[in-house]
């Protein structure tokens, strides 16, 4: 499967984004999707994840109260709405997806297989 991170751009603090990862391939629902991101020297963070069917998700706690994960697998995408952004959120925001029928929702980097460019997300305070 091959993924396309967008949606990122420069915001003020406590505005909102939605970032969207398109997939290609035919079995994008077997699929868990998982947010990532990078900030300037930092290692890479999971933020959120989906499972295949959208039934489970998981948020990390640093965002939990501002963000939502979905997906519509009829058009092969995952959707991370970001609202009340703080200048902490800035860095580069990666879609990765990992094949996986089931509800867990893998949160290190190693457990995914196919990643996206990344989008970058910047909010001025």
């Known amino acids: 499967v091959q993924l396309q991170a967008s949606g990122g751009g420069l915001v003020q603090a406590g505005d909102s984004l939605r970032l969207s990862c398109a997939a290609s391939?035919?079995?994008?629902?077997?699929?868990?999707i998982g947010w990532f991101r990078q900030a300037p020297g930092k290692e890479r963070e999971f933020v959120s994840g989906?499972?295949?069917?959208?039934?489970?998700?998981y948020l990390a706690d640093s965002v939990k109260l501002r963000f939502t994960i979905s997906r519509d697998n009829s058009k092969k995408t995952v959707y991370l709405q970001m609202n009340n952004l703080k200048p902490e959120d800035t860095a580069v925001y990666y879609c990765?997806?990992?094949?996986?029928?089931?509800?867990?929702?893998?949160?290190?980097?190693?457990?995914?297989?196919?990643w996206g460019q990344g989008t970058l997300v910047t909010v001025s305070s």
């Open positions: 391939g035919r079995t994008f629902s077997n699929y868990v």
């Open positions: 990765a997806a990992v094949l996986l029928r089931r509800t867990n929702i893998p949160r290190s980097r190693s457990s995914y297989d196919y």
């Open positions: 989906i499972s295949w069917s959208g039934d489970a998700d």
